[in-house]
């Protein structure tokens, strides 16, 4: 029995509904996601905005990290996504080595997830030279969403896939990225892998939605790798990551025994095969050849 959506006559959310709800101090609920029935789910559930992130490198396409996928593969990801959502904000990540080079190239790739994909913003990692290339992007036309912290497309950059701003000048740094993000246009900055106290601190300073991924409670809102919430992939739990379902175990279930009941002729039953009319069967059996002859007609 299928759950029906939380509210089937709510609006589209938009930038402007996003800032009221940071206004109102209404949580915003984001999710990472990267298919078409994921984006089925996250639409009845009422999420608030989806990413299509670029750790669909190792959590779809089986990549090691992020850094390999390229950005025909996130369009066409994004596209499925597109497809299932009619109301979240759909934000595209502009994956490593598509956006750095130049602003020429940051913007085109950013059309392309506009244009391509049916994007409503796209994202990028990082402060300094990507303030610069969001700036160029906002004017070109299209919202970005900013990404300080811990950016995994630079982590070997950061020395891994680690907790940043635990030192006062790294905290600065985190700052000093998210003010240069801010101050360039970004409609929202998401704060990853953070120390809950530097975050309350970094707070008062922003004026745009702030939304954390293991940066504590008082951002503005919570975002989630669909596949970690629900346990879609068991074998790594990242520390921010809680587990609200159990997927894989689940799949692993039923396909375990599937193949039991294959193995032991359970499966099929009666109840999963077509009937053919008896006159009909009859027919055909008188008029097939002898056994060990393969010729008809």
């Known amino acids: 029995?299928?759950?029906?959506?939380?509210?089937?006559?709510?609006?589209?959310?938009?930038?402007?509904?996003?800032?009221?709800?940071?206004?109102?101090?209404?949580?915003?609920?984001?999710?990472t996601a990267y298919d078409h029935p994921s984006a089925l789910?996250?639409?009845?559930?009422?999420?608030?905005?989806?990413?299509?992130?670029?750790s669909a490198a190792n959590n779809v396409l089986g990549y090691p990290d992020t850094v390999p996928v390229t950005v025909d593969e996130l369009l066409m990801l994004t596209r499925a996504v597109?497809?299932?959502?009619?109301?979240?904000l759909l934000v595209g990540d502009l994956p490593f080595g598509s956006y750095e080079a130049s602003d020429a190239q940051a913007i085109e790739t950013a059309h392309r997830f506009v244009k391509e994909a049916g994007c409503d913003a796209v994202k990028l990692e990082g402060g300094?030279?990507?303030?610069?290339?969001?700036?160029?992007?906002?004017?070109?036309?299209?919202?970005?969403?900013?990404?300080?912290?811990?950016?995994?497309?630079t982590a070997t950059m950061l020395g891994g896939y680690r907790a940043q701003g635990r030192t006062a000048a790294r905290a600065r740094a985190v700052l000093?990225?998210?003010?240069?993000?801010?101050?360039?246009?970004?409609?929202?900055?998401?704060?990853?892998?953070?120390?809950?106290?530097?975050?309350d601190a970094i707070?008062?300073?922003?004026?745009?939605?702030?939304?954390?991924?293991?940066?504590?409670?008082?951002?503005?809102?919570?975002?989630?790798?669909?596949?970690?919430?629900?346990?879609?992939?068991?074998?790594?739990?990242?520390?921010?990551?809680?587990?609200?379902g159990a997927v894989k175990a689940e799949m692993r279930r039923g396909v375990d025994a599937y193949a039991?009941?294959?193995?032991?002729?359970?499966?099929?039953?009666?109840?999963?095969?077509?009937n053919i009319a008896p006159e009909e069967l009859e027919r055909f059996r008188?008029?097939?050849?002898?056994?060990?002859h393969t010729h008809v007609g």
């Open 203 to 244: 707070m008062p300073y922003m004026e745009i939605p702030i939304i954390g991924i293991g940066a504590g409670a008082s951002t503005d809102g919570q975002v989630l790798v669909l596949h970690d919430l629900l346990a879609i992939h068991d074998d790594f739990q990242p520390k921010f990551a809680k587990r609200f």
């Open 128 to 153: 300094g030279t990507s303030a610069e290339r969001a700036r160029a992007i906002v004017r070109a036309g299209v919202p970005v969403m900013g990404h300080v912290g811990l950016t995994p497309q």
């Open 260 to 274: 039991d009941e294959v193995r032991a002729r359970t499966f099929p039953g009666p109840e999963h095969t077509y």
């Open 41 to 54: 789910v996250v639409e009845e559930a009422g999420v608030d905005v989806v990413l299509v992130g670029d």
């Open 286 to 292: 008188a008029d097939l050849p002898a056994a060990g």
């Open 176 to 199: 000093d990225d998210a003010l240069a993000l801010q101050e360039a246009g970004a409609f929202s900055i998401v704060f990853e892998a953070i120390p809950a106290d530097v975050t």
């Open 82 to 88: 597109r497809r299932g959502l009619k109301t979240p």
């Open 1 to 31: 029995m299928s759950t029906p959506p939380k509210d089937p006559n709510r609006k589209r959310i938009t930038l402007t509904k996003l800032a009221e709800m940071r206004a109102l101090g209404e949580p915003i609920v984001m999710i």
